[in-house]
């Protein structure tokens, strides 16, 4: 006989990470802390869905989540959310200031090998301060400048006032924005799946931007070679 636990943990087990609704039916309020503070200050947490995460988890503090066995409540959410963003960058930025480069050296994957090109670009052409804040609405970027900052020796009194003030409107302003939407349109939650995905292509833009930029970069040089 399947007893109730064994159900909770079952539908926990069987959690898909890269989904917000998934996350939020599963770990509720909590899960939202665990992943800002794993998106943005644990490397190996650089695909985990923050933005789109905050904006469902908004949504759903309206009472649009009943059909989706999901049950939270603003105030909670916006904590939990505040924390772990901010706890979550000042680690990351601990860790860098402690191992140095050799943090990121040691990771493979393209995409972080990237976001740190990315960041350390960000740090150079806007300065530590506009490049804290611009980092948190970035994805992948968000998740490497803050141990980059630390490897760099920013220094951390700079580092810590502008992640705060950064990791506030991030995370305060997309929960507080998908409420907003909630409250204003009744069953917006019938269209979850599709304004995730809005969420999810807005984030990237300022990789593709980027990737363009890049493109037309390389082909203008091999223009001038030729």
Not at 151 to 166: I, M
Request: proline share 4%.
């Amino acid at each position: 006989m399947t007893t109730p636990l064994a159900l909770a943990l079952s539908s926990q087990l069987a959690v898909n990470v890269l989904d917000p609704s998934s996350l939020l039916t599963a770990f509720g309020v909590l899960g939202v802390g665990v992943v800002m503070f794993a998106e943005t200050g644990l490397l190996i947490g650089f695909f985990l869905p923050g933005d789109s995460l905050l904006f469902t988890a908004g949504l759903l503090c309206t009472g649009g989540g009943s059909g989706h066995g999901v049950h939270l409540s603003l105030g909670p959410l916006l904590v939990a959310a505040a924390v772990g963003a901010l706890a979550g960058a000042q680690c990351g930025y601990l860790l860098g200031r402690r191992a140095g480069g050799a943090l990121l050296a040691r990771g493979r994957s393209v995409r972080l090998t990237e976001g740190a090109r990315r960041a350390e670009e960000l740090l150079e052409r806007y300065g530590h301060a506009k490049a804290i804040v611009l980092a948190r609405f970035v994805p992948v970027v968000r998740t490497v400048l803050n141990p980059l900052a630390g490897a760099l020796h920013v220094p951390a009194r700079t580092f810590t006032v502008w992640q705060v003030a950064g990791g506030l409107v991030w995370s305060l302003g997309l929960t507080l924005a998908g409420y907003g939407l909630g409250s204003s349109i009744p069953n917006v939650d019938r269209y979850l799946l599709p304004l995730v995905g809005v969420i999810v292509a807005v984030s990237l833009i300022p990789l593709a931007v980027k990737l363009l930029r890049s493109r037309r970069a390389a082909a203008g040089v091999k223009g001038a070679r030729g």
